[in-house]
Every structure is written in structure tokens, then in C-alpha cells.
């Protein structure tokens, strides 16, 4: 048995060298630490909006108990937690002890110098169902029965937040690599090497105010730019500043306006440059003043990588500005550069470190703001390591099995924060990866290197859901797949066309990827066609129908955004946000809610022309196409001819969707 006591906003138990502290943090939440002979202050973590808040702490003779709201903690006398709803006592969350002797619910293993491997053990639910944890190609949008590793790669986001069928939401406060298992006979969350354990529970009625807390907890995402609603136009790669402009201005003669069009990797000198190749971009200050003639604005590609052959190196080396290593020189992947017959060893800058973040900020302010670019691609954000494991990785934040999660936000934080500082209020950064909080900075996130298959784009439709529960509303995919795609082949044509009706109703819309005939990897790679009218008459007519249609709805779009940005909503959300108490809703996950009015069902099956749709029971629906009404509960054959995706307005809403 231990000794309990109030401590600050909450309550503090101890026995022998363990330490367990439960404050109220922030509405309707709470916030547990656990540590072995001490509990820290200022560790990496997610938690940044909320604040401690003075809750109700009772203490009795076999325990205590906290309540903020409408959840409360208790603790027994021998320390072990759980939460439940205030109002009716309901359990929301136990801790489970592997063993009745050894180990307990935590457990805390030395790994040298102070870190250790942890784990923290809760009981399993039968019914209970789990979304968010990021982004992962595994196709199910709920994860209940999954290992999921928290690492972040290519296509991989970790972003530790679960939201519950049960009505609560749980974020594992911390950036160190490890593992979850939502496994039929309990959760496990381990962090290979920390200091201690740190989680954030919140509760709320329904699931759209679970996601207010969060939002409140981690931070707001700011209001999305103007200009970030519409398409954008991309590919692998435009290799020469005349390239890019003759895409631009075949756009304008159809009569189209591309919101963005994309520089791609290998513009530079060297990786680590952060500039223009004078040979193959002659003149970007007229190339992009041309294009805002437009109205379309340049993306730039901004990798993490500095090559030895940078003129930046030396110096990002001397003054402690790369990622650093335990074992080996700071050449943490390897990466074709110019000049060179081989790949070469690369290291990666910290953007832990303040004034790395700011120096990676000057180069590019330098060498791309001031020629009026202000739209930023921070692709292999993960960063992209190979060996992809960070066990070896020093970063000024800490050892990298303890903090290497971090590393995307804090990479987005590095161009969030100079833009602010030159005085823009508008700030969008395209990231591969994310991490808890990195909507703050205002990342949009992209899926990584997808296939280009029917089923890849089937698994999209799941992790863009869960990504937008995880908290970052901005979210879209290479439409297509990434890898790959035959422009002349029948099928790749139907695939692009189906994928490119889901990307305009994705809250970012955007083509792009690696075109048939393919490049080996080096300075001048580039891939084939991937312009609208690359794919024939017939996708082209249905691309540019979907631009209109994309375009009609951007008013809708901001002010849907606008609620996410205000209270942490996705514009792209499961049926069960809007329909909580429709079982069939949480069972659902191949449709979603486009903000309030409008359900979207993409098409995922190659040749389908018609498919199932769930229309949820509490509302009335209007089939966009036909006109037709159809009362909700029901499941209903919609058309879907190869034009046409299934969209129905929820209670007699009218969007411009149909001229």
C-alpha cells in the first residue's frame, strides 16, 4: 500500500521509488505521469493549449479519487488507476495488471543511464471500437486487434491518439519509439526508452467534443489559406523552369486555374543547398511572378537531407546543427547527388534545435521567400533514415528512441515560425509525416508513397479518416498512387479517374506522382505524363468536371475548415462524428461526412458501376445527382457510372454541386 496526497491541481500517490501524479488538465481531462524515484518537468510531449486546472480531489481511507468535469480518476490504495464518467459512474478505463504477482499495469525496465523500457497495461473492452493513431496502410479504419508500431515512416504517421467507442479519448504524451497492442485481451502501450510515463485522458458525450478537448489539449490548426482549396497540379518531377511553365500555360489556354503547381526534388545544386540550379531554373523570380500572374503559386520541395557536397555542410556540421549519431559519423542515409556516380552518405539537419530551425529558415528565406514563393513541400519528413531505426540518432531535444517521433512537427514548426516571422498570416506546409500537435504549424499532410492500385486506394479512404481523428483536419494523397500508373493502360485510366473524384471531396486535392516510364533514382530522374489530359478524352472530361465541381464548393470548404479550425473537427470524418448514436455509422468505413451537409462514397473497385451506400438514421437525404429523397437508416443501390461519384445532402442542404 502507498501514501496519497494533494498535490498542486490534483493528487500524488507514492510507494517505494514509484511516483504517480493525476492532475486535471484542461476540460473534462486529466493528465497522468508515472516515474520511478521522481517526476519531470519540461520532457518532449504533445500537451500544449490546456493548462492544469484545480479539480475536485476526495481521499479516503483505501484510496482517492480526482473529478474535472465530466471525468474522474481514482486511485486505490496499492496506485492502480481508473477512469469513469462523473455524472454515472460508468468506467470509461482500467488499468489491467499482466500478473497478480509480477508485473503490475506498470511496468519499468532499466535500460542504462537513467531511460528505461516501459509499459502500461489496461483492461480490454468486447465491444469497443479504436480510430486515430495517425496514418497506416493497414485498410481498417477501426484499429481494435492491431499492433501498431510508433515510428514514423514513409506512408507510417504515429500520431498516439485514440479515440474510444466508450466515449473517451487517450494521447500517449510522448515522442519515443515503441508500440501499442489493442489486443482482445488488453492494451499495451511501450516506449523502448524514456523517463517516464506521461498520458492524457479526456471525456465527452459525443465524439465531436472528445475532439474539441484534443484540439484544445494539442492545438489548433490555423485557418486554411484561401488559395490552398483549390487543385493542384503535380508530378515527378518538372526538371527545368521551362517544363514547369509550359504545364502552367497549357493549364491557362483550357481555361483551368491550378491553385498550386509543384517543384519537385533535384531543383538544387546539391541536397542541402536549399536554392535553384541556375542551369535548370535560369530565372525563378520571373517564372514565379508569371504563374501569380496566373493565379496559380509554386510549391517549392524542401528536403531535411544536407549531402557532404552542400555548400551548407561544413558549417551545419561545425556549429552542431545536424542530427548527431552515437556509433558512426552523422551520415545517416544515403542519397544520389550530382556529380556522383554512387549515392553518398547524407545527414539530417535538427529541428529540435532552435537555432537549426533557424538556420534552415534563413537559406530558405534567402533563396526562395524573397523571390515570392511562400508554399513549402517538406517531403521525407520522417525523417526518411536508412537503417529506418533512430536507436543510433542524438537530437538536441534527446536520445532518438526517446524523442525521434518529433522530428516532423518540429520540422513544420521550423517554416510555421518564419513565416509568422516575415509577417504572413497564411501558412500552409505540405509534410509526409506528422506527429501529436503538428496541425499547430499548420502541416498539411500527405499519404506518402502509395500504390497506384484500386486496392491502395481503398486503404486511403481509412487513413484519411484516421488521420482527421487524430487530430490534423488538412489531409490528402497523391491522386493516382504514387508509384507508378501506365497513363495509356485502361485500367491506371479508370483508377486516376475514381481516385481523382475522392481527392475532390479530400481536403487536399491533388495530383501527383511517379509516372510509367519510370527513371532509376538520380538527378535527373523524371516520370511520365501526369496532366489531366494525359489519360485520355474520356478522364479528361470527368478531371475537369471534378475541377468545377471542386471549385463551386470552395466556399463551403472554408467555412466547414473554419469549424476545425475552431473546435478541432475534421472536414473529412467517419459517419459516426454526425451520427453517434447510429450503430450502423461506427461500423461504417468506406463513406464519410465532407463537413456537415454532405456524405461522399467513393468508388474503389475497378469497374464498379454502382455501389452500397449507408445513409445514417437521424437525417434525411437527397441523392446529389437524381434529386431523389431518401429517408436515413437505410441502405441504398446509388449509380455510379464512371462520370459520377455517389454524394447525398443531408436534410434538404443545397451546395453547388451539380450545374
Known sequence: MGTVQPRGHGLEWSAGHERVRVEAWGEDSIRVRVGHGQLLDGLPGALSGSEPLSGEVKITSDGASLTNGRLRVSLSGSG????????????????????????????????????YRMEQRFRAYPDEKLFGLGQHRHGRLDQKGLVMDLVQRNAEISVPFLLSSRGYGFLWNSPAVGRVELAENGTRWVADSARQIDYWVTAGDEPAQILSHYADATGHAPQLPAWASGFWQSKLRYRTEDELLAVAREYRERGITPSVIVCDYFHWPHLGDWRFDPEEWPNPAAMVAELDAMGTRLMVSVWPSVSPLSENYGTMLEEGLLIDTDHSAPLVSEWPDRGLAKPVGVAFYDPTNERARQFIWQQVREHYYELGIQVWWLDACEPEINPGYPANLRFAAGPGLEVANLYPREHARAFYEGMISEGETEVLVLCRSAWAGSQRYGAAVWSGDTQSSFASLQEQIRAGLNLGLSGIPWWGSDIGGFWGGDPASPYFRELVARWFEFGAFSPIFRLHGFREPLMPLGADITGGPNEIWSFGDEVYAVMREFICIRERLRPYIHSQMDVACQGGLPLMRPLFIDFPDDAESWATDDEFMFGTDLLVAPVAVYEARERDVYLPAGATWTDAWSGQPVRGGVKVTAAAPLDRIPLFLRDGATLPLVP
Do not use: K
Open 80 to 115: 492502480a488507476i481508473s477512469f469513469s464518467r462523473s455524472d454515472s459512474g460508468e468506467e470509461l478505463l482500467a488499468e489491467e495488471e499482466a500478473h497478480f504477482w509480477w508485473p503490475g499495469a506498470r511496468l519499468f525496465i532499466p535500460t542504462g543511464n537513467g531511460p
